[in-house]
């Protein structure tokens, strides 16, 4: 059986950029270990280290990595550019914008082909009331092109293909 690490053994996950924006009430040392928002519906801790000074202002920005608790039960959502929320129970202290992703398990793997969404029988593509949720939204954010079927919702089976 494999032996666990422990999170401060193990590499970082990814480089980012804190910015704490004042709510907290002394400066965040090394080794802070707030929650992430990670996705939109996944908080999880991560340890954090910081580039050049031990502490970070409650106010302050600085560059850094974060080591997450349980990278595996969250795979491929981290690229460049991504915005994570920094959480103290309920309350936002800050965000950090990933600069650099390393672990490999975390890296969005970029779409090679655009997305085509297909729905059955009875079911129709609104603007305000979306059949497939949140999906096209969150794939469009990180550069998928969605297309829909449009077809008939009443069309056959037979007859659903000629329509695409």
């Known amino acids: 059986m494999k032996k666990e690490q422990n999170i401060l053994e193990r590499t970082p996950d990814i480089e980012v950029i804190f910015k704490f924006n004042g709510t907290r009430k002394g400066p965040a040392a090394s080794g802070y270990r707030p929650m992430h928002l990670v996705k939109e519906d996944y908080l999880t801790t991560g340890l954090h280290r910081y580039f050049g000074a031990e502490t970070v202002a409650p106010n302050g920005t600085a560059a850094g990595t974060i080591t997450f608790i349980s990278p595996e039960a969250y795979p491929h959502c981290m690229y460049i550019g991504k915005q994570i929320n920094i959480q103290e129970g309920k309350r936002t202290v800050g965000t950090a914008t990933v600069t650099k992703v390393l672990n490999p398990l975390l890296a969005y793997t970029e779409l090679k082909y655009p997305v085509l969404l297909v729905h059955g029988m009875g079911f129709r593509d609104y603007k305000l009331i979306c059949y497939w949720g949140r999906t096209p ?28």
Do not use: T, W
């Open 137 to 164: 939204k969150v794939l469009e954010q990180m550069g998928a092109k969605i297309f829909y079927g449009g077809q008939d919702i009443n069309a056959s089976i037979n007859n659903s293909p000629m329509d695409l």
